[in-house]
């Protein structure tokens, strides 16, 4: 199975996350770090981004939660995604609050929907700016990859 994690991390927290995602999931993984600095936005954010989600079976993506919505930009990627369309979709999202999960699920849900991607997994990680990231909610996650692989292997 070969995977692609596409994440943005600001604070290293969701960074953190998908790294244990990524230990239990195994297999190939490429990775794509998106960097939303001021320099990288200038140097790297391009409108008309143009990576072919073709050699992936599995697209996974990882981001922290801006005013309760998917953050902006990782929702830019997604839109200009080539070939994204039927793929299995893994996403993990990271934020301070426990109530900005279902606000961002529902966001989440109408991008993927433009895409017509097949969500094969959510989770949604508490944060509080770091203070709460524990040992428990990274191993959660590392069985949240140990599950997608499970469901890939399994087919449809």
Not at 84 to 93: D, Q
Not at 134 to 140: E, F, I, R, S
């Amino acid at each position: 199975m070969k995977s692609l994690i596409v994440y943005y991390s600001k604070t290293g927290n969701t960074e953190k996350v998908a790294r244990s995602f990524a230990r239990g999931l195994g297999g190939e993984i490429d990775w794509v770090k998106l960097d939303l600095s001021p320099e990288g936005i200038l140097k790297g954010f391009q409108p008309k981004f143009t990576l072919d989600a073709r050699p992936y079976d599995l697209f996974c993506l990882g981001a922290w939660v801006m005013v309760m919505k998917v953050h902006p930009f990782l929702a830019a990627y997604i839109r200009e995604c080539k070939n994204l369309e039927g793929k299995k979709v893994a996403v993990f999202l990271t934020g301070g609050a426990s109530f900005s999960r279902n606000h961002a699920y529902e966001d989440l849900l109408h991008i993927l929907e433009e895409k017509k991607v097949k969500l094969i997994g959510f989770s949604y990680t508490p944060t509080l700016l770091g203070l709460t990231l524990t040992k428990g909610k990274l191993k959660k996650m590392e069985q949240f990859g140990r599950d997608m692989r499970r469901i890939m292997e399994q087919g449809d």
